[in-house]
């Protein structure tokens, strides 16, 4: 799928619910997704029109292709408040394909995981859990949106993935 789909399915999702889309706020839209596959915002833009309530921002798109990971990084981060191993990947979240990457991410920037459990002073917390929540939301994004231009390459024909390409 191209740019002129992903503009298709923007239109779609406008008229089903009464949202007038000017040129510029197609731009917008479109300046905001750059960098995103074509193919995975418009089957966002299909559920958010079967399941969503109103018009989506650019991020409540990106949300849709990714999944909710704002709440993978809470329950990343209550895992490894309450759980006394070090590194160990959080068994609900093994079914994603970043979580140990983006968990081990979020791990090194708030100093360990000595640092969640007990080391850390109470009035650190907060600050901790924006910067693992931050990192963690960064990281899985990233790591999601590679993994899934690797499938697509092992998918055509004769590629055998990213080293393919050289």
């Known amino acids: 799928m191209t740019t002129e789909d992903v503009v298709k399915e923007l239109i779609k999702t406008a008229d089903l619910f009464g949202v007038a889309l000017t040129e510029t706020r197609i731009s917008g839209y479109l300046e905001a997704l750059a960098g995103e596959d074509p193919d995975e915002l418009c089957v966002a833009l299909q559920t958010i029109r079967q399941t969503g309530k109103f018009f989506p921002r650019p991020t409540e798109i990106t949300d849709t ?6 709440e993978l990084a809470e329950l990343a981060w209550e895992y490894l408040r309450n759980d006394p191993r070090d590194k ?3 068994p ?4 994603y394909d970043a979580p140990a990457v983006a968990m081990s991410a979020g791990l090194d920037v708030v100093g360990g995981r000595r640092m969640l459990t007990g080391e850390a002073e109470l009035r650190q917390v907060p600050y901790l859990h924006r910067q693992f929540t931050a990192t963690f939301t960064r990281v899985y994004k990233r790591e999601l949106a590679q993994s899934l ?5 092992k998918a055509l024909p004769g590629r055998q993935g990213p080293k393919a390409l050289i």
């Not at 609900?92 to 079914?95: A, D, I, N, P, T």
């Not at 231009?149 to 390459?153: G, M, N, V, Y």
Request: charged share 20%.
């Open 92 to 95: 609900s979240l093994l079914q």
């Open 149 to 153: 231009r690797e499938a697509k390459l």
């Open 65 to 70: 292709v990714y999944g909710h990971v704002d």
């Open 88 to 90: 160990v990947p959080c």
